[in-house]
């Protein structure tokens, strides 16, 4: 009809299609996880929406419907979620960030099979899973507090539609026309067993519709309610990825729960491998938040940026199930909440720490993020410092502070670092000779933000954290082991016809102790860092 409106997908909606139907096609029955969290995401939506806008209020029997149609061929999902204006519509299902296909698509190509799955939810390509069973699919919406309402149809070859629809209720369907060897799921004892498998632990309720009939499919169990003692392993395990759409095994699992003056019980996770791309894109934590088992918010910021890669759910007693976002942010026990939930995560990396090879897992999959706290968090500094690992010019593999510090020779006051872009550069730099020379152990620092964490922490163990390359360090106190010859005759013609040559480039051309091999090398004097100074240059500064 005329009514009917016909539209190219985003450019990268057809490569990213075909991507996720054939490399995932061995696991796609995530298309119904994928979909069951779209329509409980949205119930959730809905019901924070309520809290400000009350015709937005959910009906006390809210579900998310699963309805397989054998005579049609067809499976629906419906929820009485949030809804989707046409806008919504085109942009949610019609577009996707450039960048984002090319991101997905690489992390396929480096991913093992099994890892595969997570990548979907990583990155929010979930509803072009339902693609992998269906070869028409169309979405029929109602945004909560409109009117109208709008059906999406697409076969997934490159176009979709739009044209005006009815619903009487707010919410969405989404109808999947199955594909031939797809049947197995219009048979209602597969469809229980997906959703107990994947979904057990959404709390909105879900429930499985046959001849009219309703039958509920999750159980909702607030698992991390339960005593660790009535938990098995499979459960945490389960439970972790069904939270954060992982496939790995958790790292560390934190059950606890906090009596007395707070009242939350939290499950906590430090995943076992590194997410794709979640951790350089997404700052906030989005640890849930849960009032009395009733999912609130993941954005309340449970923990501090510097942890951001923990997952899991904190659920309280000590705030109102109707907490508004104002209220997030400035609620009192909330604030209490933030500070034992961190302590009890640096407790736990702490006590882990003290088996090197078990840590060494964690640090290499978090440790860049983890230093951020030691800039970001005066009060947290302390306690962070003695988790840091560092490569070293004096020992294989990872070391720390208090490790270092340990080494140290007598006399020495500080405790010396060098940082570089890249790590092989660091080792054979010219800066650690005169310590190489004297034995003094350097540690080599190449993370991104080690050019900001030393001037922060300033200080371990009483002792300065001084970088190599600043000009004002006085070695003379220790003799070099390999001393440098003396003097040649005539070096000081040599230095005045270098301060010629680079006239106002450097401040200063200078002998040194501090070389044993090399002719020459780069000081910063007595200004930031030079790698600092390399940064500062770069952003203009
Ligand atoms: P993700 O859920 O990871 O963002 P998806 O491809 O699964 O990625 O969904 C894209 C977007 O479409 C969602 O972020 C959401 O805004 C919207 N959406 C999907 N399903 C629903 C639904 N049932 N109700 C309302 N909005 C939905």
Excluded: C
């Amino acid at each position: 009809s005329d009514s009917v409106e016909r539209h190219e997908f985003g450019a990268e909606v057809g490569r990213l299609l075909d991507l996720v139907v054939h490399a995932l096609y061995s696991d796609r029955e995530i298309f119904l996880r994928e979909l069951v969290a779209n329509a409980a995401d949205a119930m959730d939506r809905r019901r924070f929406e309520a809290l400000t806008v009350p015709a937005s209020a959910l009906a006390p029997d809210a579900k998310v419907r699963i309805a397989p149609d054998k005579a049609a061929r067809t499976l629906t999902v419906s929820d009485a979620g949030i809804g989707m204006t046409k806008e919504d519509l085109a942009q949610n299902l019609g577009t996707i960030a450039r960048s984002g296909t090319r991101a997905f698509a690489q992390g396929l190509e480096g991913a093992k099979a099994e890892e595969r799955p997570s990548l979907i939810g990583q990155f929010g390509v979930g509803f072009y899973a339902a693609f992998m069973v269906a070869d028409r699919v169309t979405v029929t919406s109602r945004r909560a507090g409109a009117e109208e309402a709008w059906t999406w149809a697409s076969d997934g070859q490159g176009s979709y539609t739009l044209e005006p629809a009815a619903r009487s209720e707010p919410g969405t369907d989404i109808v999947l026309h199955l594909k031939a060897d797809a049947d197995e799921y219009l048979e209602p004892y597969r469809l229980d067993h997906l959703v107990r498998k994947w979904a057990d632990f959404i709390t909105v309720p879900i429930a499985i519709v046959q001849e009219g009939r309703e039958e509920a499919a999750n159980q909702g169990t607030a698992l991390w309610r339960k005593p660790k003692s009535e938990v098995t392993p499979e459960q945490y395990e389960e439970f972790y990825r069904s939270v954060g759409m992982n496939f790995d095994k958790p790292w560390a699992t934190l059950h606890w729960r906090a009596e007395g003056q707070l009242d939350f019980s939290a499950l906590l996770f430090v995943p076992g491998m590194k997410p794709f791309q979640a951790l350089e894109n997404e700052r906030q934590s989005k640890v849930r938040l849960h009032v009395r088992r009733m999912f609130i918010t993941d954005e309340a910021e449970l923990l501090p940026p510097w942890l951001r890669f923990v997952q899991g759910v904190v659920d309280t007693e000590d705030l109102p199930l109707n907490v508004s976002r104002e209220m997030l942010q400035s609620t009192p026990a909330l604030a209490r909440i933030r500070r034992a939930v961190t302590g009890r995560v640096l407790s736990e990396l702490a006590s882990r720490a003290k088996d090197a090879e078990d840590y060494r897992a964690f640090w290499e999959n978090f440790g860049p993020v983890l230093k951020e706290g030691i800039y970001e968090d005066h009060e947290r500094r302390d306690e962070i410092a003695p988790l840091l690992r560092f490569r070293s010019s004096a020992v294989e593999g990872w070391t720390s502070l208090p490790d270092y510090v340990a080494r140290m020779r007598d006399g020495q006051e500080a405790i010396y670092y060098l940082v570089a872009d890249d790590s092989g550069a660091l080792a054979s730099s010219p800066q650690l000779e005169g310590f190489r020379a004297r034995g003094l152990e350097v540690l080599l620092l190449s993370d991104h933000v080690d050019a900001f964490w030393p001037d922060a922490l300033a200080r371990f163990a009483d002792k300065p954290l001084r970088s190599v390359t600043q000009g004002s360090l006085d070695l003379s106190k220790f003799p070099a082991e390999t001393a440098p010859a003396d003097l040649p005759a005539g070096i000081d013609a040599l230095v005045a016809a270098f301060k010629t040559a680079l006239g106002d480039d450097v401040s200063d051309v200078r002998t040194t102790d501090r070389l044993v091999e090399s002719a020459v090398v780069l000081s910063a004097g007595t200004g930031p860092d030079l790698q600092m100074q390399r940064l500062l240059r770069r952003a203009g500064r």
